[in-house]
Each structure stands twice: as C-alpha cells, then as structure tokens.
C-alpha cells in the first residue's frame, strides 16, 4: 500500500510540481527531489507530511515556508 512508503527518491524526474498524489503518503519520512530541475515551487500540503528530511539540491524551489522546523534539508 502506497500510504505505508517512507522513503521516495525522484533524482532527475521531470516533474515541474509534486503531484496531488503525494499528499496521500502520510508515512513519508524521506523525499528526494534532487536534480528535479523543473520544480520551482512546493505546495502548502506538504506540511501535513511527516517529513524527517527533504532533498531538494539542483531544483528551482524559492520558498520553504510550508514545511515543519523539524525537517531537515539538504
């Protein structure tokens, strides 16, 4: 079941946004969107996820405002 993964790395996909879907992951702890080029911006969702760490070196993301001081980034 999908809403059980805890970790996602998407190194080099061409997503321009995070999918709607995502929203339902309520068990990530790790996402990473490294080399995700076309991502410029995060949605305000993302701070229902339980995110321990966000990767999100070689993106385009301006604004970290929506996340949790607890998530660490790099």
């Known amino acids: ?3 059980l993964l805890r970790e996602l790395r998407l190194g ?3 997503l321009s946004e995070v999918p709607p879907s995502f929203r ?3 068990s990530l ?10 991502l410029e911006a995060l949605p ?3 701070a229902e996820l339980p ?3 966000l990767e999100l070196v070689n993106t385009n993301v301006a604004s970290l405002s ?5 998530t660490t980034l790099r």
């Open 1 to 3: 079941m999908t809403t």
């Open 12 to 14: 080099g996909a061409n």
């Open 24 to 26: 339902q992951l309520r």
């Open 29 to 38: 702890a790790h996402l990473s969107l490294t080399n995700c080029f076309q």
């Open 44 to 46: 305000e969702w993302m």
């Open 51 to 53: 995110l321990e760490t």
């Open 66 to 70: 929506m996340l949790h001081a607890s």
